[in-house]
């Protein structure tokens, strides 16, 4: 299966509508797939926690407008803060047609509620494909399924800063459990993006170029390869 393409208001789509929260990694892109079988993708939606100053992590803001130019949908990328009245969240889902709002979340209340709230509010239904799971359980379906992703922020009080850049894989993942942190990564342990995968239609290229540390994260510069 390749990626969800352009919607043709033309065709007449059973489906219900929804968007996908999109960080640009595993979670985000393995809830994508097994939502798009049941759900009409029409955006991906990208909220950026993060300050100003943070100019590292912002350079993958190009790698994700390629992500979803390979699978043909419209990324909406808005930036802001842990807040749980965070208002420009708020405005962005309530302007959007979608109905359903698709997120990876797969533990964590405090966090689900900060996305479960506002969209009760906003009379949006959320979806949650890999809630509840066994977390070596996706890690591995993402791997199975053929997605490839790069491990590109690690918290280095907890991980070892040799991880970072590399790919995401069954070493990185026994080494995870070995160090008895989480497999998904839900606690800040890391971050990934993904380049290539089902939901693809053309593999997106990155290098790193090196990294940089930001409190307890080490962060890796990351840009488009030609």
Known sequence: MRGPRSRDPMVDDPRPT???????GKDSCLACLRAIERYDVAALVHM??????DAGWDAVDAVLAAQ????????????????????????????MAPTHG????????EL???????????????????????????????LSRGF????????????AGRWL?????????????????????????YHT??????????????RVTGSHRRAASLIAAVELAD
């Open 193 to 206: 993006l993904t380049v290539d995968g089902p939901l693809f239609e053309q593999r997106v290229p990155i």
């Open 68 to 95: 979803a130019r390979s699978f043909g949908v419209p990324l909406v990328r808005r930036r802001v803060t842990w807040d749980p009245d965070e208002a420009t969240y708020r405005e962005t889902l309530a302007s």
């Open 165 to 189: 850049g590399e790919p995401l894989d069954g070493a990185f993942l026994d080494y995870l459990v070995e160090a008895d942190l989480h497999p998904m990564g839900e606690f800040g342990e």
């Open 148 to 159: 490839e992703a790069y491990v590109v922020k690690v918290d280095a009080e907890r991980v």
């Open 102 to 109: 698709v997120f990876g979340n797969v533990e964590g209340r």
């Open 112 to 142: 689900r509620g900060w996305v479960d709230d506002p969209s009760d509010d906003l009379d949006l239904t959320p979806v949650h494909p890999l809630w509840g799971e066994d977390p070596v359980a996706p890690f591995r379906a993402f």
């Open 18 to 24: 929804a968007f996908c929260s999109w960080t640009g």
């Open 48 to 53: 950026a926690v993060r300050d100003d100053g």
